[in-house]
């Protein structure tokens, strides 16, 4: 796809990942149709890029407002590209996490792409070429504890992904599903920071992540799993996961240690 060309509907594009994507996207000539629940961390974006990027609020997990999302991407003249990157998370073990936690993980992490997906489809699939990319986790391919409802939300979304590409085959909508590794934003809450830190995580800026996944939109990648080693142990957990369930219960003491106290729930951007 060429960038220049894309008209796209960016949510969770806020913050950290997200307005790293929107920056790539607008420096690269497309217009993007910025999906956030917060309009002042886009403004400085909003100013330089005043033909390239527009702002709507939205609850993704609000059926109304992804119907406003719709009506603005048609306004804006139709699109061709999507990239579902709002995501919540919440470093705990499982008991420790009320029901509403749960709850928000699975509507914004899955219901919510999945919906605003179902929804953006006829507009997709009206432009020459076009793409879904959905933004996953090493975690969608690793169950680690302290994340248990996080993963089942990105292993959801890996799947979704996986099916949704066979199902368009034989359109002109093809599928990215791509995999960041740990990540500098505000998702991480002090307790998963002090985790990182711990376990000495390789942690990558947004911009890097940004990069790769304009890089990957750029080239029609189908997937695309950042950072090594963990590019390596996503395929060592395939093949012999039971060397990963002995690795990971080494640092079970320390997650279970960093997690007596959850911090508030944080969305990343």
């Known amino acids: 796809m060429r960038l220049s060309e894309a008209r796209v509907v960016l949510t969770g594009a806020s913050g950290g990942i997200g307005l790293a994507i929107a920056t790539a996207l ?4 497309a217009r993007v149709l910025a999906v956030a629940r917060h309009r002042e961390p886009l403004l400085p ?3 330089r890029y005043p033909r390239n990027l527009f702002w709507i609020g939205a609850d993704l997990t609000s059926q109304s407002d992804r119907r406003d999302v719709l009506a603005e991407a048609e306004s804006i003249g139709g699109i061709n590209l999507v990239i579902n990157a709002a995501g919540v998370n919440h ?3 499982l008991e420790q996490l009320e029901d509403s ?11 919510a792409p999945i919906c605003l997906t179902r929804l953006l489809l006829p507009l997709l699939k009206q432009a020459d070429s ?5 933004v996953g986790s090493t975690y969608g391919s690793i169950g680690y504890p302290g994340y248990a409802t996080y993963c089942a939300t990105k292993f ?4 979704f992904s996986e099916a949704l590409r ?6 002109r909508v093809s599928v990215l599903y791509m995999a960041p590794r740990a990540t500098r934003t505000s998702m991480n809450s002090p307790a ?3 985790l990182n830190d711990a376990l000495k995580t390789n942690v990558d800026d947004p911009q890097t992540v940004a990069a790769a996944v304009i890089h990957a939109i750029a080239g029609d990648r189908r997937d695309l799993y950042l950072g090594w080693p963990e590019r390596f142990f996503v395929r060592l957990n395939s093949l012999l996961p039971h060397l990963v369930d002995r690795g990971l219960r080494k640092q079970l003491p320390l997650i279970r240690r960093l997690s007596q106290k959850p911090d508030q729930e944080h969305l990343k951007p």
Do not use: H, P, Y
Not at 26 to 29: L, N, Y
Not at 156 to 159: C, F, T
């Open 26 to 29: 607008c420096a690269s000539g």
């Open 45 to 47: 974006l909003l100013e």
């Open 91 to 93: 470093f705990a073990m």
């Open 101 to 111: 936690e749960i709850n928000a993980m699975l509507a914004v992490n899955i219901s």
């Open 130 to 134: 076009a793409m879904v990319v959905n």
């Open 156 to 159: 959801a979304l890996r799947g």
């Open 166 to 171: 066979r199902e368009l085959a034989d359109t």
């Open 192 to 194: 998963a920071q002090a």
